[in-house]
């Protein structure tokens, strides 16, 4: 696992700000978060959880993985499939047991395809 890299996500995060085309303000209210936190949080003096990472995420409608990587908490190489897996686990239109079945065929293929191994494929998505 990488170090938190604070400074690149601020910019990360101003410049995905920017182009929602959102005030620091409403980006904070949007995420849950106080102004000053998320002030700080651009300017690189502090480094938010997970979870302040996730609704930060959600309130610019990108994915909480992208945010891991540019903060250092996930690698690049980890992230491959997690967004399909993401996107099945939080779509609303399909039971529990259709999400299952469809992280199955998906992990299925990966391995397949020599991109998981077995060990990669058994452990649990969530």
Same mark, same amino acid.
């Given at each position: 696992?990488?170090?938190?890299?604070?400074?690149?996500?601020?910019?990360?995060?101003?410049?995905?700000?920017?182009?929602?085309?959102?005030?620091?303000?409403?980006?904070?209210?949007?995420?849950?978060?106080?102004?000053?936190?998320?002030?700080?949080?651009?300017?690189?003096?502090? &480094?938010?959880?997970?979870?302040?990472?996730?609704?930060?995420? &959600?309130?610019?409608?990108?994915?909480?993985?992208?945010?891991?990587?540019?903060?250092?908490?996930?690698?690049? /190489?980890?992230?491959?499939?997690?967004?399909?897996?993401?996107?099945?686990?939080?779509?609303?239109?399909?039971?529990?047991?259709? /999400?299952?079945?469809?992280?199955?065929?998906?992990?299925?293929?990966? /391995?397949?395809?020599?991109?998981?191994?077995?060990?990669?494929?058994? &452990?649990?998505?969530?």
């Amino acid at each position: 696992m990488a170090s938190l890299n604070v400074g690149n996500l601020g910019e990360f995060l101003r410049d995905q700000r920017r182009n929602a085309q959102l005030s620091l303000r409403q980006l904070a209210d949007a995420a849950g978060v106080s102004n000053p936190y998320l002030s700080q949080i651009e300017r690189g003096l502090r &480094k938010p959880s997970a979870e302040i990472l996730q609704q930060l995420a &959600k309130a610019l409608r990108i994915s909480a993985e992208t945010l891991y990587v540019q903060a250092g908490i996930l690698d690049e /190489k980890d992230r491959d499939g997690l967004e399909v897996q993401s996107a099945i686990l939080t779509d609303p239109t399909i039971n529990e047991r259709q /999400k299952q079945v469809l992280l199955q065929i998906y992990e299925s293929f990966r /391995k397949e395809n020599g991109l998981v191994t077995d060990d990669e494929a058994t &452990k649990p998505s969530n």
